[in-house]
């Protein structure tokens, strides 16, 4: 029986690991313990937050010293992806992110130097440290885009052009955050959810993103995206030699790319996790023999020596988000009626109940989601929001 040490919760992985006869010993924060835990973990080291990493580290060095040998580490999270590379060479337990994957975990403009550097891709880039950086930086690109440097979940994301740079290069001086600006790719924006087995890239997935085209926040995927051949060929190899060029030996990742209107292909950054959003949840409800999150939690935990690729049905499927649109929820109603009586409606959820308030802008903001079936892609790319009216009502004072 294998025994595999997990860096923070995730509960489908683990899950799958332990259907696999895998023993698992949880490291995780102690706000963060729930009553399935006792059936999940075998063991669980609770610390009061992650803040002191050197305790942490000492504390699992100790406490693994005593124990049977771990097979591996696993870690989803990109903010504890690096505590755990730190167990991992202290405790000489495998770990399937190396020292060039940690160069970019929360450092998006590593990614791109890196990348520049290595001849792959050349989107022009640069660090923010003033007003300045960004008024040169627009004068001489023409439109780009401003982000946190290890921004998540598509927070604080800004389209700068010459009418509103002088605004936005105001408001970011006046932040307390380290931010990145990189010119704008004008074109269609995907995923491509992978899993790397000893080496060897299995490109599974292209995802279509439908995006808020002011905020740039997602608001719905649609698996798999309708592409021609030639293109999910050159994505596909694309991304092969993305991942080389990254190291990447076993794993899932997940990595955002932009298709222009002259084919061209532009990565715009790369995550050593599964796909956010339920896209996993997606790709599970059209697979004829895998199941992605199996193969994505036994790739990390090195336990998969061999992969034959996933196989698919004819059929497409979508998730769409509602988001938060006024400031304090009055009422929140899933349509249970509707969702019953119509079959190509999987599931549905609400994230809100009356007197939540708007959160911050980004994928945070949600009020809950539909996810939904077709045999026909256009049908799911343009009918979100009939969709999610069918389904959720949310009304807000």
């Known amino acids: 029986m294998d025994k595999i040490l997990v860096v923070g919760g995730f509960s489908e992985i683990h899950r799958e690991l ?38 942490i580290i000492e504390t699992v060095r100790k406490f693994v010293e005593y124990s049977e040998n771990y097979k591996s580490i696993i870690c989803m999270f990109e903010s504890l992806q690096s505590l755990a590379y730190k167990i991992a060479k202290k405790t000489k337990i495998p770990f399937n992110l190396n020292a060039t994957q940690m160069m970019f975990i929360n450092n998006k403009y590593a990614l791109r130097n890196y990348l520049k550097k290595s001849m792959f891709d050349n989107v022009p880039c640069e660090i923010v440290r003033n007003k300045d950086n960004v008024l040169k930086f627009v004068n001489i690109n023409g439109t780009s885009i401003l982000k946190p440097i290890d921004g998540t979940g598509s927070r604080a994301i800004y389209k700068v052009d010459d009418l509103n740079v002088k605004q936005m290069a105001n408001r970011i001086e006046l932040l307390n955050e380290m931010f990145i600006i990189e010119k704008y790719i004008e ?34 995927h649609v698996v798999p995206a309708k592409i021609s051949l030639d293109l999910k060929k050159r994505v596909m190899e694309y991304v092969e030699k993305l991942l080389s060029i990254l190291k990447v030996t076993n794993g899932p990742t997940h990595t955002e790319i932009i298709i222009t209107n002259e084919q061209e292909i532009h990565v715009v950054e790369t995550h050593f996790r599964l796909g956010g959003d339920m896209i ?28 034959d690729n996933f196989t698919f049905s004819s059929r497409f499927v979508a998730i769409y988000f509602e988001e938060i649109n006024g400031e304090i929820v009055s009422r929140a109603t899933l349509r249970n009626e509707y969702i019953a009586s119509h079959d190509e409606i999987i599931s549905a959820e609400l994230y809100v109940k009356k007197g939540d308030k708007k959160k911050e802008i980004g994928s945070f903001n949600r009020s809950g989601y539909v996810i939904a079936t077709s045999r026909d892609y256009c049908e799911l790319v343009s009918d979100r ?6 389904c959720i009502e949310v009304l807000y004072e």
């Not at 929001?385 to 069918?390: N, R």
């Open 18 to 55: 332990k259907k696999n006869n895998c023993k698992l010993t949880l490291i995780c924060e102690s706000s963060k313990i729930k009553p399935y835990f006792k059936e999940l973990y075998d063991e669980v080291l609770a610390f009061s937050n992650f803040e002191n990493e050197d305790q």
């Open 187 to 220: 074109g269609e924006e995907f995923s491509v959810e992978a899993i790397s087995v000893n080496g060897q890239h299995h490109i599974y997935g292209i995802t279509k993103k439908l995006k808020n085209l002011e905020s740039f926040v997602e608001v719905g």
């Open 280 to 307: 996993s949840e997606l790709y599970r409800n059209i697979s004829t023999n895998y199941d992605p999150i199996e193969v994505a939690a036994l790739s990390s935990a090195q336990l998969l020596n061999n992969f």
């Open 385 to 390: 929001k009939k969709i999610l009216d069918s």
